[in-house]
């Protein structure tokens, strides 16, 4: 039993660091940002490799860049959590991440994280991230890595009833 | 002890089945996401029977018109389940469903998915499924059933302070 | 570990009441809403005292202005929750608050719920809450109090690698 409560315990923990993090982004405490992960963590938002980060450190000083923006607001979901080891997580999670200008206009992203966690002494850290996109609006503009989706076998056609 | 533990680890496995259906759509992995729900499921989203189904398979094989998107993105919260039994339980979720299609308009639908989920030998899977839209952008024309609102009592005026 | 299977039902069911709030306000079910709340919560929106409660009766009352709108949608996530002792908890949870004018203009807010609940005979009850607004689209025009954001450090210029 001990060790189903601890799991579910340990999910609880996860979701905080995942939620964490939105909520830090978005009051922009990036001081603290860090602490969410791995010292060594690798996290990953697109081909650019200026976007990209190979510590904690270095995570928090890029995060600088969401400065340009006046507001955030990163809404997270779909939490959804695999156990590697005692020790070691796996998540996925979707994102809706709205950004406004300074000249009020709007970038929306609709992303997906797909994390990897470890426990250490100080609690869940995520040790690698890669952000995807499902999809995002006009108006946002930053190169994040595309989330996969199949293809139409061939020869599929629209339904013959009419749906726009 | 036991039977709280297991309520709540039933709780966490009716989450995944939740949100691995989201998932599924938005990678179109349309051969996993039958498996979601009983063979004899009944899902149905609105009045047109064309858009409903009445089997896993047939479910899957409809699914499959979402190809006519170029891109989707299925964000779920507001996670609310209550058992029946020990094997049966009723779940209401909410969507936010963004659409993208070829030519690059969107449509966005704002949702909600009304469930009844059995156990099973294999799992947790939904057995009947009713989407009703809370809402919708101009975007989204699909016939889904409207959610329920009640109507303001008689005579009921907006107050008079001024809000937009 | 009871006391630890405990905090996790805690959770669940404080779950619930915030999700329940959303659900009632888009069903416009104000006779259930101020059932979750305490008799004397005290519910702030913005400086405008005319927007705040002072009471489960109040609230509920106020709550009636969303009459106004045709149809609402209120999907929230991130939910984040602190015990201060066995019966009383702070919460933070986002919501986006999607609303339609009966002229089918729309005006979407995103905001964040901090919330104070206690433990009553009843269940879990809301005794204080505070909205915030991380943002809002230009046709949300609503006073709600702004969420606070760190301010950049003196000095600080967008990173040299162009992104809008």
Same mark, same amino acid.
């Given at each position: 039993?001990?060790?189903?409560?601890?799991?579910?315990?340990?999910?609880?923990?996860?979701?905080?660091?995942?939620?964490?993090?939105?909520?830090?982004?978005?009051?922009?405490?990036?001081?603290?940002?860090?602490?969410?992960?791995?010292?060594?963590?690798?996290?990953?938002?697109?081909?650019? !490799?200026?976007?990209?980060?190979?510590?904690?450190? &270095?995570? *928090? #000083?890029?995060?600088?860049?969401? +400065?340009?923006? /006046?507001?955030?607001?990163?809404?997270?979901?779909?939490? !959804?959590?695999?156990?590697?080891?005692?020790?070691? &997580?796996? *998540? #996925?999670?979707?994102?809706?991440? +709205?950004?406004? /200008?300074?000249?009020?206009?709007?970038?929306?992203?609709?992303?997906?994280?797909?994390?990897?966690?470890?426990?250490?002494?100080?609690?869940?850290?995520?040790?690698?991230?890669?952000?995807?996109?499902?999809?995002?609006?006009?108006?946002?503009?930053?190169?994040?890595?595309?989330?996969?989706?199949?293809?139409?076998?061939?020869?599929?056609?629209?339904?013959?009833?009419?749906?726009?």
């Amino acid at each position: 039993m001990d060790t189903k409560i601890r799991e579910i315990e340990d999910r609880i923990l996860i979701g905080e660091v995942l939620s964490g993090y939105c909520r830090m982004l978005d009051t922009m405490d990036l001081n603290q940002v860090g602490n969410l992960f791995t010292l060594d963590c690798v996290v990953e938002f697109g081909p650019d !490799e200026r976007l990209n980060a190979r510590s904690a450190q &270095a995570l *928090a #000083s890029n995060l600088s860049r969401l +400065w340009r923006w /006046r507001r955030t607001s990163h809404h997270l979901s779909n939490v !959804e959590v695999a156990f590697r080891s005692d020790s070691e &997580a796996c *998540a #996925s999670s979707y994102v809706i991440a +709205w950004h406004e /200008r300074p000249d009020g206009t709007t970038a929306t992203l609709y992303g997906t994280y797909r994390d990897t966690l470890v426990r250490t002494v100080d609690g869940w850290r995520i040790s690698t991230r890669r952000q995807e996109m499902n999809g995002s609006d006009a108006g946002f503009t930053v190169g994040i890595f595309p989330a996969s989706r199949a293809a139409p076998p061939a020869g599929w056609a629209p339904p013959n009833y009419v749906m726009s």
